[in-house]
């Protein structure tokens, strides 16, 4: 009796699970566990071998490929440090002003700063290169414009500017995205405790601080892992910039720059997929942990509010 | 001394006018319940003497001062709002003390009003909790106590019982009337619900569609309404209206009378059938579908042994019976 009824029951839920699976397998899950393969191989006489963690000794042992990989990381961790420090709060700071009722025009200003994150990094790399190029860029003619014309240099091709600029250049691009998840957070505070604070003489800024902050900090911590994960996997912007030799002299490869000409090789680099798949799984291991430490070192103590 | 006097007081939302020409006065201590239906605009008129909502014209004065340009935090009033509004993030301890901290109260002047304000309210421990751990009486003391630790001049209860079952709602009531005694404070109270309107008021403001209809204390309205919406609102089972069922009252007026001045009689004047009979034990009450086709409640006192359609024969005294002209209003000479 029970035996049919329960065939009956369950082979639907495969049927309805299969596609998202299927798909999911093809373009995510296959590609992860063959790239952590394929950083087990090598290729030796034109022929693929079995060969450990070889790879990772030479990534991080030779001294040729760790100088690479740890300028690429360092560059990632500014890259990210940037991001955090000024993409997120200003985009923090965007939300509450967006959030509050007096402001006009609130919808147009939304708009027009999250236009930026659906443009095409091509787009916005190779439009900020021609804005901040010193021959052709309108940048020095504005300074000049407003007489601190003595401030311009030449950004991009600085190694001690090239980062920070391209960072920056990232943050603008992004800055919608923060935003408009603290401005969502922001609205489901419900009035009437704001309305309570008001009565309790808390309001403008001290609202801001006391009330809305520490009931908008879950979705601070979200934004955070965001941001790290996309940091870490950035590629698109410095590549549209400063191409895959992410120059000047490597001052703005990043992890994703580094995997990419490992990988597919550049202009005299011949292309290793192995090395390149050791470059990804490292990566992928590097933000593993970064994402584990938020999950259980820091969401753990943040309170989620009902209101 | 009066603790708050409104004047002319209006009120539009874009052109939808709201509250319209209020005038009122709460004296010291008083207990003032304001009550209407949904939409009559007491809970705006609520916000507009706590300052969260600014009159279109006319004046509010609390205490000596004209507030209508004071901030909330400012003009001496504390508020409890309908969802208690706590601050989800602090605990039941600084929930009561931030507004002080605010203030700039030194330390020990805020630890010392909290906790006495705990104590009143049996929170003491609870203090560190937040109010996600909290029952809904708990949080709703909470926010009482966050209103009394500022020491207001006027306390604005906004609908505060609504959200909690009915056995809760008695005991609260209970303690808001209980600390209204202890606080001697002047308190205003928004309800839709009549019987927390006439448990706790020293007086009572009806309000329809923005308008005050009649401001008395419980029994003044309950035993001489101005109108038929004000008869009609207090009372429970509510008033009957009869047009055609009472012998001699003329074309166009209203006749009303409260279930409990009903009784049967032989050579009672209304004669109907009983069409449901509910038995409260204390009380009983019957629908009664009259011969000239309106609907009649009767309270009667004890236990009755009245059957669904019985035919009966209902009476009452002439003093209790109310009249009501074609716009609604009462009117005082008694039909022929």
């Known amino acids: 009796m029970a035996a049919p009824s329960k065939q009956k029951t369950r082979w639907h839920i495969a049927v309805f699970l299969a596609p998202a699976v299927l798909v999911y397998t093809a373009v995510m899950i296959y590609p992860l566990f063959n790239t952590l393969r394929l ?23 030779d001294a040729i490929w760790s100088d690479q990989f740890w300028n690429a990381l360092a560059n990632n961790g500014w890259f990210f440090l940037i991001h955090m420090l000024v993409q997120n709060p200003i ?6 002003i967006l959030s509050s009722p007096r402001l006009r025009f609130s919808a147009f200003y939304r708009s027009a700063i999250f236009i930026p994150t659906i443009l095409s990094f091509v787009i916005v790399g190779f439009a900020w290169k021609l804005i901040l190029s010193p021959i052709w860029g309108i940048a020095p003619g504005m300074l000049d414009a407003i007489g601190l014309k003595f401030l311009y240099q030449p950004w991009l091709g600085k190694e001690e500017y090239a980062l920070t600029t391209l960072s920056l ?51 601070i911590g979200i934004i955070s892992v965001l941001t790290f994960v996309a940091n870490f996997n950035a590629f698109d912007l410095i590549y549209a910039a400063q191409g895959a030799l992410a120059g000047p002299d490597f001052s703005t490869d990043i992890l994703g720059t580094f995997m990419y000409r490992t990988f597919f090789g550049f202009q005299l680099q011949l292309g290793d997929p192995h090395m390149g798949s050791a470059i990804a799984s490292a990566m992928f291991g590097i933000i593993l942990i970064g994402v584990c430490i938020y999950l259980f070192g820091i969401q753990r103590r943040l309170r989620n509010y009902q209101f | 001394m009066t603790a708050l006097k409104l004047e002319n007081v209006n009120k539009f939302f874009g052109s939808v006018h709201v509250l319209k020409d209020i005038n009122l006065t709460v004296e010291e201590g008083e207990f003032v319940v304001f009550v209407g239906p949904s939409g009559c605009g007491k809970s705006t008129l609520l916000r507009v003497i706590a300052g969260l909502e600014d009159a279109s014209s006319g004046t509010v004065t609390i205490g ?11 003009r001496g009033i504390a508020m409890v709002f309908q969802s208690y509004a706590l601050y989800p993030h602090l605990t039941v301890k600084d929930n009561m003390g931030l507004g002080l901290k ?71 009531r209970v303690e808001i009337a209980e600390l209204h005694r202890t606080l001697s404070a002047s308190m205003i109270y928004v309800t ?145």
């Open chain 1, 39 to 61: 950083s087990l191989y090598s290729e030796i006489d034109q022929e693929r071998i079995w060969v450990g963690l070889q790879n990772f000794r030479t990534l991080f042992g």
């Open chain 1, 91 to 96: 985009g923090i700071a965007l939300a509450a």
């Open chain 1, 169 to 219: 250049v990232s943050v603008w691009q992004y800055v919608g995205i923060p935003m408009m998840l603290i401005y969502a957070a922001l609205l489901s505070i419900p009035d009437e405790i704001l309305e309570a604070g008001e009565c309790d003489g808390i309001t403008g800024m001290a609202a801001f601080w006391k009330i809305k902050l520490p009931l908008i900090l879950p979705s």
């Open chain 2, 64 to 74: 000596d001062d004209v507030v209508n340009t004071v901030p909330p935090a400012k």
């Open chain 2, 102 to 172: 605010q203030e700039g109260q030194p330390r020990a002047v805020v630890e010392e009003r909290v906790s006495k304000a705990s104590k009143m309210l049996d929170l003491e421990e609870y203090a560190t909790r937040r109010p996600a751990e909290l029952s809904g009486g708990q949080r709703q003391r909470v926010a009482i106590g966050r209103s009394i630790v500022r020491d207001p001049k006027l306390f604005l209860f906004d609908e505060p019982l609504s959200n909690l079952d009915a056995a809760l709602r008695m005991n609260t």
């Open chain 2, 192 to 336: 839709h619900d009549q019987i927390e309107a006439m448990t706790l008021a020293d007086r009572i403001v009806v309000l329809r569609d923005g308008r005050v209809e009649q401001v008395g204390t419980p029994m003044e309205l309950y035993n001489n309404p101005a109108n038929r919406f004000v008869a009609s609102f207090l009372g429970s089972p509510s008033m009957n209206f009869l047009e055609r069922s009472v012998p001699g009252v003329p074309d166009g007026q209203t006749i009303g009378i409260r279930p409990e001045h009903l009784r049967l009689a032989q050579s009672g004047r209304i004669s109907g059938r009983v069409t449901h009979v509910e038995r409260l034990g204390g009380d009983t009450n019957l629908l009664v579908n009259t011969d000239q086709g309106e609907t009649v409640t009767v309270r009667l006192f004890g236990q009755d042994p009245t059957e669904v359609g019985d035919v009966v024969r209902l009476e009452f005294a002439a003093d209790d019976a109310f009249y009501f002209n074609e716009a609604q209003e009462r009117i005082f000479e008694a039909a022929a």
